[in-house]
């Protein structure tokens, strides 16, 4: 275990507009409107800043914004679902989330995989939960010294973690670094012949 979770006392800096200035809706989420998905998981939600936009991005999805803080998720009750009845607060423990197999069509990691514990094992888990056919997006910030994010030396090279989406079962793995902070990881979990 390493101590490099994002402490909720800091919650109010998830909620800075700015990071959609960093990390466009548009940008990560364009591909997979056209594939209209049911159920969408954001895993690592925070304060479900991110989930706010995936609702407004799939109207008709229902997203389920999980998470291991008691407080993230005490606070998204209390500010962010009476207004979004499509997204669903959901505890999580740390590699387990609480759906059965193959129940999403897609789920997005933002900012989370440098807190992982065990990648490849939270990773097997996102695969699990995910329906043949959906995606894995995740986005962190890229290995490189500047003024914001967290430590460089805790951030993650986006080979390995395609590596370990390959490691998970993911196939059609791709990676785009066109964002000036941030990578962006792609994965499918295909179906089986």
């Keep these: ?48 800043f991110f989930s706010v936009q995936l609702a407004k991005y799939f109207p008709t999805s229902k997203i389920y914004a999980c998470d291991i803080s008691p407080a993230m998720l005490n606070w998204m009750s209390e500010n962010i679902t009476p207004g979004h009845e499509k997204i669903n607060v959901h505890l999580m423990e740390e590699n387990q989330i609480p759906f059965e197999d193959s129940t999403g069509d897609l789920l997005f990691m933002i900012n989370l995989h440098h807190e992982l514990d065990d990648p490849e094992l939270m990773l097997s888990e ?4 995910l329906k043949p056919g ?13 003024p914001m994010g967290p430590p460089t030396d805790i951030r993650c090279k986006p080979e ?4 370990q989406l390959k490691n998970a079962g993911f196939k059609n793995i791709s990676v785009n670094m ?4 941030h990578f962006v990881v792609v994965g499918e979990k295909v179906w089986h012949k």
Excluded: Y
């Excluded at 959906?134 to 500047?146: S, Y």
């Excluded at 066109?178 to 902070?181: G, I, R």
């Design 1 to 48: 275990m390493h101590d490099h979770k994002f402490n909720p006392e800091f919650l109010h800096k998830l909620n800075n507009p700015e990071r959609l200035k960093d990390l466009p809706p548009d940008f990560l989420f364009s591909d997979f409107q056209a594939k209209n998905p049911e159920i969408i998981f954001d895993i690592g939600a925070g304060t479900g």
């Design 126 to 129: 996102c695969h699990r939960v």
């Design 134 to 146: 959906g995606h894995i997006l995740i986005a962190d910030w890229k290995k490189e010294d500047m």
């Design 160 to 163: 390995n973690i395609s590596e």
């Design 178 to 181: 066109q964002l000036e902070k």
